[in-house]
């Protein structure tokens, strides 16, 4: 049984995924880390992640980015597989984690969801196509207003997926409002919406002369993230150092 502590155990995805794990043959929750906490949970849950005195397996990290520097300095010192869900990290942290990589395993994704993960592996087969073909390539992804970061990162994801296998020519275009000018060749038009309680779409849209190729993912709760994230935290364990992703999980 893998003993699971979730960082961020309170927040939406936090009673996501304990309610998961709680009905799983395969791993247990063992800890929750939140700084906020009025005792409702069936396990200890502590308000800083040095207090925790319980034995785990793996954590998973559903949280701030405020407080990735953190998680990170101290999965390195414990040696503790992570299982990093938390997206709208700076440049600096991304550089952090794959300098923690080197110390434990570390399995991020954008996105969690199996969907997703296919999505990107369609849109990279697409783009070595119909770039040649002379179609235009944008991303729009909407989600909930409570959603901080924008893009968000699955729409960078996607937007890196194309552009992979365009040899990483393109540039990423997040406003035109500012140009007057024919829109260039080599670019990918990423735009986000923000409102209501829209749990996650994304579409990636291919036009081209006289037709339009769209794909379309649409979350309609985040319980596809959390199974992603449990179905994660099962493969992470017990794993050499090193950076994983979810095609890892899913092969």
Do not use: W
């Amino acid at each position: 049984m893998i003993k699971v502590m979730m960082h961020g155990c309170n927040g939406a995805m936090g009673q996501v995924i304990s309610g998961i794990i709680e009905e799983s043959e395969s791993a247990v929750m063992a800890a929750g880390v939140d700084f906020k906490d009025d005792g409702h949970n069936p396990y200890p849950v502590f308000k800083n992640l040095e207090d925790c005195n319980v034995d785990v397996d793996v954590i998973i990290d559903f949280s701030s980015s405020k407080a990735t520097d953190r998680l990170l300095s101290y999965v390195a010192e414990k040696q503790i597989p992570l299982v990093l869900c938390t997206t709208g990290l700076s440049e600096e942290q991304l550089k952090k984690v794959e300098e923690t990589s080197k110390k434990t395993a570390i399995l991020r994704s954008a996105n969690m969801s199996l969907g997703v993960n296919i999505l990107l592996k369609l849109v990279n087969t697409a783009a070595k196509v119909l770039a040649d073909a002379d179609f235009d390539i944008d991303i729009v992804e909407k989600h909930h207003k409570l959603k901080v970061d924008a893009p968000s990162g699955t729409a960078l994801a996607l937007a890196d997926a194309v552009n992979e296998a365009l040899h990483n020519e393109y540039e990423y275009v997040y406003d035109r409002s500012q140009r007057r000018i024919r829109r260039p060749k080599k670019e990918i038009g990423i735009s986000a919406v923000r409102g209501g309680t829209i749990v996650g779409q994304h579409d990636v849209i291919f036009a081209g002369q006289d037709e339009v190729i769209e794909f379309h993912h649409m979350a309609y709760s985040k319980a596809i993230f959390g199974k992603g994230a449990v179905s994660a935290a099962i493969y992470l364990a017990g794993k050499p150092a090193g950076m994983y992703d979810m095609s890892d999980v899913i092969g």
